[in-house]
């Protein structure tokens, strides 16, 4: 229906136009008075009808005829209009007036094809109102048609016939017009295909070269932008700046015309900023790996510094070789040098050094570690001017890991690979420090590096004292020492100052000496403990000279004397004397490479030994002497050891001069102590010696038991005294190996107890009473010890001088076997006195302890010159105790 009423529209718009006789007779202007004069549209539109009718009514067309054909476009219209108004709402028929309104006049005012007018009314569905529109402007036309028609109605009429006329010629004409059209057309087809061929080919030319000068401008763009995608995905941050700022400022004004060079331009600062973010990204990715791999780097560059020092020992061996030809002190050099390497060494490779080196020992830091992000990221912040930002940032991460490089572990204490970690670590990180302070300018300062170096030092300094405190075992102190010297000579090669690692140094070899102090103590213990304290016998020549290289002694008596021999000391002389030595050798190797003098060196190792000799030696050696269980044998021969052990301290300076090199003038004045020390502990073994002597005799002397009572004496001498005198004449004979002066000196202080003790005997205040037959059953006794101490059981004694130990009881006894009282009270006070070291207060309480004994007598039983006797010793005892008086009082004067 509704392509029905589309053609009813354009066939009635059609024979509108036709019925137009004469189109050019109109002036164009008023054909088409809104366009150009240039343009003539083909196809008229039906405003351009309505005018052209209103010409035809003008210049003499039929009124009616041009009434009639208005009629039939009027009833198509209708007729469209009727059909379509059922299926049109009326609710937008107000909607679309405005519309249809500007429709009609675009029909009316532009000779456009009618097809967009028509497309337009059908596709709003408001077709009925437009009908209705257009009906009310017919008619309007119609009645000014037919108000023109009733004005011009004649000359119409004229025209008509005139047009009448002509129309045959007209359908003659146009039939040939047709047919010359037809063979025309005909016969320009090839020529108008050729034509819109060319004209194609000329649009693509056209559009090729067009193409082509775009490509041309726009490919150095895209392969730049290419380009900087490519080195971004290289990781060539650098790089790709430069080539991001060629793109912005050189290309990309090129082609700005383009869409894609907007898009690009907007996306430059995001690529800055990925850039900036990605060399970020890789400088953190750089921070964690390179705290993953200080301690690979701290480990070469130490081991470098030590294959270097190394090699420097070499050369000056070599040249001390050459220099000295004594071959025992190259070899203690050299084991010395062996001792003294952390990490272990052959002799082969120390030789080799000069010829054999291992690739990686040649690697620095640069070549182990790839400082390339530092570098990109450093000069990309620098282009983009944040140079001080990346300096900041870069400075805190390191201050941040320097202080986890300086944190130990809990345990570092335990294991000599926990102090290696440790170091290594440190010396990684400064090793890349220096790397970069090299390598960049201004990253990293020396000023940033002196701070870093003062506030590690600090922390190395407080942890190495701190957990070398927890070590006790002296092998794993000297290497740790080993190792925090070549620690310093490390980090001093990379300029850094470790004098107070040194000084640390100093403080931990006193506790290295503390630790030895311990050690020996427990080394000198189990030596005096398993020491059988009897004189060395050798059985061979073999044993013969390995004690004679161990120990310093010269005898030429015992040389001469045949298989087996005996060496006045036991064997722990040499045993204590070789560990002495030892203890001097590990004090030395805590001093080597401490870049400390000869004369330093000797000195610290001479107090060391001083130490270890008054303080462990002799306290071990006290302590072993007051043990119980120790005989009269056995401290007999720890005073011989001593005297031995004295005379080799001249030989213990001598080999510690030649050890530390100290020799000539440059010797310290510091001397080795042994000597007092081992005097000291002599006197405290003689004194032992003493008191064990003395108690002995004790012993003996409790057993006495005298009956003070006794009448008459037995004729012999008390068994307990024969048996202590037997006793003191084999311990006597035992001190033939001891000095003289030792021997003596025991001897007389026996005899001087001996005597206080039996005088003791006789003053003591539990006796009450003393008869005469006691008292020469006593003097029985003293004559027993007056003929001991008359055998000199210990010889080089004055004449008399042991004798006088019993001289007092001697003349306290014959002035009562005697009783000589006469004698004595005349001569007292007189140094020709018979009885001059009797004193009156001693005569005076045995005189009353007999007096005590006697009274139990019956005076009327007693014999005449019993009675005497009393009677003299009454009187003896006030005449004694007068002169006590009497003494008494001059003192008060």
Same mark, same amino acid.
């Not at 064997?571 to 590990?586: D, L, R, T």
């Given at each position: 229906?509704?392509?029905?009423?589309?053609?009813?529209?354009?066939?009635?718009?059609?024979?509108?136009?036709?019925?137009?006789?004469?189109?050019?007779?109109?002036?164009?202007?008023?054909?088409?008075?809104?366009?150009?004069?240039?343009?003539?549209?083909?196809?008229?539109?039906?405003?351009?009808?309505?005018?052209?009718?209103?010409?035809?009514?003008?210049?003499?067309?039929?009124?009616?005829?041009?009434?009639?054909?208005?009629?039939?476009?009027?009833?198509?219209?209708?007729?469209?209009?009727?059909?379509?108004?059922?299926?049109?709402?009326?609710?937008?028929?107000?909607?679309?007036?405005?519309?249809?309104?500007?429709?009609?006049?675009?029909?009316?005012?532009?000779?456009?094809?009618?097809?967009?007018?028509?497309?337009?009314?059908?596709?709003?569905?408001?077709?009925?109102?437009?009908?209705?529109?257009?009906?009310?402007?017919?008619?309007?036309?119609?009645?000014?048609?037919?108000?023109?028609?009733?004005?011009?109605?004649?000359?119409?009429?004229?025209?008509?016939?005139?047009?009448? $006329?002509?129309?045959?010629?007209?359908?003659?004409?146009?039939?040939?017009?047709?047919?010359?059209?037809?063979?025309?057309?005909?016969?320009?087809?090839?020529?108008?295909?050729?034509?819109?061929?060319?004209?194609?080919?000329?649009?693509?030319?056209?559009?090729?070269?067009?193409?082509?000068?775009?490509?041309?401008?726009?490919?150095?763009?895209?392969?730049?932008?290419?380009?900087?995608?490519?080195?971004?995905?290289?990781?060539?941050?650098?790089?790709?700046?430069?080539?991001?700022?060629?793109?912005?400022?050189?290309?990309?004004?090129?082609?700005?015309?383009?869409?894609?060079?907007?898009?690009?331009?907007?996306?430059?600062?995001?690529?800055?900023?990925?850039?900036?973010?990605?060399?970020?990204?890789?400088?953190?990715?750089?921070?964690?790996?390179?705290?993953?791999?200080?301690?690979?780097?701290?480990?070469?560059?130490?081991?470098?510094?030590?294959?270097?020092?190394?090699?420097?020992?070499?050369?000056?061996? $070599?040249?001390?070789?050459?220099?000295?030809?004594?071959? $025992?002190?190259?070899?203690?050099?050299?084991?010395?040098?062996?001792?003294?390497?952390?990490?272990?060494?052959?002799?082969?490779?120390?030789?080799?050094?000069?010829?054999?080196?291992?690739?990686?020992?040649?690697?620095?830091?640069?070549?182990?570690?790839?400082?390339?992000?530092?570098?990109?990221?450093?000069? &990309?912040?620098?282009?983009?001017?944040?140079?001080?930002?990346?300096?900041?940032?870069?400075?805190?991460?390191?201050?941040?890991?320097?202080?986890?490089?300086?944190?130990?572990?809990?345990?570092?204490?335990?294991?000599?690979?926990?102090?290696?970690?440790?170091?290594?670590?440190? #010396?990684?990180?400064?090793?890349?420090?220096?790397?970069?302070?090299?390598?960049?300018?201004?990253?990293?300062?020396?000023?940033?590096?002196?701070?870093?170096?003062?506030?590690?030092?600090?922390?190395?300094?407080?942890?190495?004292?701190?957990?070398?405190?927890?070590?006790?075992?002296?092998?794993?102190?000297?290497?740790?020492?080993?190792? &925090?010297?070549?620690?310093?000579?490390?980090?001093?090669?990379?300029?850094?100052?470790?004098?107070?690692?040194?000084?640390?140094?100093?403080?931990?070899?006193?506790?290295?000496?503390?630790?030895?102090?311990?050690?020996?103590?427990?080394?000198?213990?189990?030596?005096?403990?398993?020491?059988?304290?009897?004189?060395?016998?050798?059985?061979?020549?073999?044993?013969?000279?390995?004690?004679?290289?161990?120990?310093?002694?010269?005898?030429?008596?015992?040389?001469?004397?045949?298989?087996?021999?005996?060496?006045?000391?036991?064997?722990?002389?040499?045993?204590?004397?070789?560990?002495?030595?030892?203890?001097?050798?590990?004090?030395?190797?805590?001093?080597?490479?401490?870049?400390?003098?000869?004369?330093? &060196?000797?000195?610290?190792?001479?107090?060391?030994?001083?130490?270890?000799?008054?303080?462990?030696?002799?306290?071990?050696?006290?302590?072993?002497?007051?043990?119980?269980?120790?005989?009269?044998?056995?401290?007999?021969?720890?005073?011989?050891?001593?005297?031995?052990?004295?005379?080799?301290?001249?030989?213990?300076?001598?080999?510690?001069?030649?050890?530390?090199?100290?020799?000539?003038?440059?010797?310290?004045?510091?001397?080795?102590?042994?000597?007092?020390?081992?005097?000291?502990?002599?006197?405290?073994?003689?004194?032992?010696?003493?008191?064990?002597?003395?108690?002995?005799?004790?012993?003996?002397?409790?057993?006495?038991?005298?009956?003070?009572?006794?009448?008459?004496?037995?004729?012999?001498?008390?068994?307990?005294?024969?048996?202590?005198?037997?006793?003191?004449?084999?311990?006597?004979?035992?001190?033939?190996?001891?000095?003289?002066?030792?021997?003596?000196?025991?001897?007389?202080?026996?005899?001087?107890?001996?005597?206080?003790?039996?005088?003791?005997?006789?003053?003591?205040?539990?006796?009450?009473?003393?008869?005469?037959?006691?008292?020469?059953?006593?003097?029985?006794?003293? #004559?027993?010890?007056?003929?001991?101490?008359?055998?000199?059981?210990?010889?080089?004694?004055?004449?008399?001088?042991?004798?006088?130990?019993?001289?007092?009881?001697?003349?306290?006894?014959?002035?009562?076997?005697?009783?000589?009282?006469?004698?004595?009270?005349?001569?007292?006070?007189?140094?020709?006195?018979?009885?001059?070291?009797?004193?009156?207060?001693?005569?005076?309480?045995?005189?009353?302890?007999?007096?005590?004994?006697?009274?139990?007598?019956?005076?009327?039983?007693?014999?005449?010159?019993?009675?005497?006797?009393?009677?003299?010793?009454?009187?003896?005892?006030?005449?004694?105790?007068?002169?006590?008086?009497?003494?008494?009082?001059?003192?008060?004067?």
């Amino acid at each position: 229906m509704k392509g029905e009423i589309q053609k009813d529209v354009f066939g009635a718009c059609g024979k509108a136009l036709e019925c137009r006789p004469n189109f050019d007779s109109v002036p164009r202007t008023e054909r088409h008075p809104t366009t150009s004069a240039s343009v003539n549209p083909p196809v008229p539109p039906l405003l351009h009808t309505w005018r052209e009718v209103t010409r035809l009514s003008e210049t003499s067309f039929s009124n009616m005829a041009a009434s009639n054909h208005w009629k039939k476009i009027s009833a198509a219209v209708k007729f469209v209009s009727k059909d379509a108004a059922a299926s049109q709402e009326r609710a937008r028929l107000e909607a679309i007036e405005a519309q249809h309104e500007l429709l009609v006049n675009e029909i009316e005012a532009t000779d456009a094809p009618l097809g967009p007018v028509c497309r337009a009314v059908y596709d709003n569905e408001g077709h009925e109102t437009f009908l209705e529109k257009l009906n009310t402007r017919i008619r309007s036309h119609d009645r000014d048609i037919e108000r023109m028609c009733n004005h011009h109605y004649q000359g119409f009429i004229d025209s008509i016939t005139e047009l009448l $006329k002509v129309r045959s010629e007209a359908v003659k004409l146009q039939s040939l017009v047709t047919e010359s059209n037809a063979a025309l057309q005909e016969s320009s087809k090839e020529l108008v295909k050729k034509s819109e061929e060319l004209l194609q080919c000329r649009r693509i030319q056209k559009n090729i070269t067009s193409a082509t000068e775009s490509l041309t401008l726009c490919l150095p763009v895209l392969e730049m932008y290419i380009k900087l995608k490519e080195q971004m995905d290289q990781k060539r941050y650098y790089p790709a700046l430069k080539t991001l700022e060629q793109l912005e400022h050189t290309y990309l004004p090129r082609v700005s015309r383009y869409r894609f060079s907007k898009i690009m331009a907007d996306a430059i600062p995001r690529l800055r900023e990925s850039i900036k973010d990605a060399s970020m990204s890789d400088l953190k990715d750089f921070l964690e790996s390179i705290r993953k791999h200080s301690e690979r780097i701290g480990e070469h560059a130490m081991s470098h510094a030590l294959k270097q020092k190394d090699l420097d020992r070499v050369l000056v061996r $070599k040249y001390l070789m050459k220099k000295s030809g004594n071959k $025992k002190v190259q070899e203690e050099k050299k084991d010395t040098e062996e001792e003294t390497n952390p990490f272990g060494s052959e002799d082969g490779e120390e030789d080799d050094d000069d010829d054999d080196e291992d690739e990686d020992e040649e690697r620095s830091a640069q070549d182990m570690i790839d400082f390339s992000p530092v570098y990109r990221c450093m000069h &990309i912040y620098s282009v983009l001017g944040a140079r001080e930002q990346f300096e900041n940032y870069y400075r805190k991460q390191r201050r941040k890991q320097a202080r986890l490089a300086l944190q130990p572990q809990s345990n570092m204490h335990e294991t000599l690979q926990g102090y290696k970690s440790y170091f290594h670590q440190i #010396i990684g990180f400064f090793v890349v420090e220096d790397t970069v302070m090299n390598t960049t300018q201004g990253l990293v300062s020396r000023q940033f590096m002196d701070e870093l170096w003062d506030m590690a030092l600090s922390k190395i300094i407080a942890v190495l004292r701190t957990h070398s405190a927890y070590c006790t075992d002296a092998t794993l102190m000297l290497e740790i020492k080993n190792l &925090i010297v070549l620690f310093s000579d490390t980090l001093a090669g990379y300029g850094f100052p470790v004098s107070q690692l040194y000084d640390l140094l100093m403080e931990i070899r006193d506790q290295y000496n503390e630790i030895l102090m311990k050690r020996w103590l427990q080394i000198f213990r189990e030596i005096l403990e398993s020491d059988t304290c009897a004189p060395l016998y050798v059985t061979d020549k073999e044993e013969y000279s390995e004690i004679i290289r161990s120990f310093p002694y010269q005898d030429e008596a015992l040389e001469k004397e045949d298989f087996p021999k005996r060496f006045p000391f036991s064997g722990s002389v040499p045993q204590v004397y070789k560990q002495i030595k030892e203890f001097a050798y590990a004090c030395i190797k805590f001093s080597e490479d401490l870049n400390l003098s000869h004369t330093e &060196i000797d000195d610290m190792v001479r107090k060391s030994t001083n130490l270890l000799l008054t303080r462990t030696l002799s306290g071990c050696l006290t302590s072993h002497i007051k043990k119980q269980t120790l005989g009269m044998a056995e401290l007999v021969q720890i005073s011989i050891n001593t005297t031995h052990l004295e005379t080799a301290c001249v030989y213990l300076e001598d080999f510690i001069s030649n050890m530390t090199g100290a020799v000539g003038d440059s010797v310290h004045t510091a001397r080795l102590q042994g000597t007092n020390t081992f005097k000291d502990t002599r006197q405290e073994a003689e004194s032992q010696i003493y008191t064990k002597l003395n108690t002995k005799i004790d012993e003996f002397l409790d057993l006495a038991c005298y009956n003070w009572t006794l009448q008459e004496p037995r004729g012999h001498a008390s068994g307990y005294l024969m048996d202590l005198i037997a006793f003191l004449q084999s311990t006597f004979a035992v001190f033939t190996n001891l000095p003289g002066k030792v021997a003596q000196t025991a001897c007389m202080s026996a005899c001087k107890h001996l005597a206080s003790s039996l005088m003791t005997f006789l003053l003591d205040n539990e006796v009450r009473q003393v008869s005469m037959g006691a008292l020469q059953q006593f003097n029985l006794d003293v #004559i027993q010890c007056e003929q001991f101490v008359d055998s000199e059981p210990v010889p080089g004694f004055k004449d008399g001088a042991l004798q006088m130990t019993f001289v007092e009881l001697r003349q306290l006894l014959d002035l009562f076997m005697a009783w000589d009282w006469s004698l004595y009270l005349s001569d007292y006070g007189q140094e020709r006195n018979k009885y001059v070291r009797v004193h009156p207060s001693t005569a005076i309480t045995i005189l009353e302890k007999m007096r005590e004994a006697d009274k139990k007598k019956n005076l009327f039983s007693l014999k005449k010159n019993e009675r005497d006797r009393r009677k003299l010793l009454d009187a003896v005892l006030k005449q004694l105790r007068q002169l006590v008086n009497g003494g008494s009082n001059r003192i008060q004067e």
